[in-house]
């Protein structure tokens, strides 16, 4: 292989190398300003869904996730009798409601999370409670 072949293979591969460590920097930005939220759903007969609408739901809200970007995650959602509770992390109230309105889906309440507590809470140093 000519030196010139290898210098313009080397630069490419610096410029990609660069470009995915600005890309991977910027998503860490954008995760370090992440809140999560509980968003309340009230949804008649959520808990009856069948397989096929949720998993319908869920395509829906996978879709409109991809076209608003890194600035909010889906991370899990409970389904009740007739409410769905879903968790977010996003980087503000205002991309959730953006969400909720291209997705077709409502929102009755978000709450901002303060901190979580679980049974190992009850045993865990003050220092790591938050």
Same mark, same amino acid.
């Given at each position: 292989?000519?030196?010139?072949?290898?210098?313009?293979?080397?630069?490419?591969?610096?410029?990609?190398?660069?470009?995915?460590?600005?890309?991977?920097?910027?998503?860490?930005?954008?995760? #370090?300003?992440?809140?999560?939220?509980?968003?309340?759903?009230?949804?008649?007969?959520?808990?009856? =869904?069948?397989?096929?609408?949720?998993?319908?739901?869920?395509? #829906?809200?996978?879709?409109?996730?991809?076209?608003?970007?890194?600035?909010?995650?889906?991370?899990?959602?409970?389904?009740?009798?007739? #409410?769905?509770?879903?968790?977010? #992390?996003?980087?503000?109230?205002?991309? =959730?409601?953006?969400?909720?309105?291209?997705?077709?889906?409502?929102?009755?309440?978000?709450?901002?999370?303060?901190?979580?507590?679980?049974?190992?809470?009850?045993?865990?140093? =003050?220092?790591?409670?938050?």
């Amino acid at each position: 292989m000519s030196m010139l072949c290898l210098t313009i293979a080397f630069a490419t591969f610096t410029a990609s190398a660069q470009t995915a460590t600005a890309a991977k920097t910027k998503n860490e930005k954008s995760m #370090k300003n992440m809140k999560t939220y509980v968003i309340e759903r009230e949804i008649p007969n959520a808990g009856n =869904l069948t397989a096929e609408e949720l998993q319908g739901i869920s395509q #829906k809200s996978c879709s409109v996730l991809k076209e608003l970007g890194p600035d909010i995650e889906w991370v899990q959602s409970y389904v009740t009798d007739n #409410k769905i509770f879903c968790i977010y #992390k996003a980087e503000n109230e205002e991309i =959730l409601r953006t969400h909720a309105m291209k997705g077709g889906f409502p929102i009755n309440s978000v709450h901002l999370l303060s901190t979580t507590i679980s049974p190992a809470t009850a045993t865990a140093a =003050l220092a790591e409670i938050k």
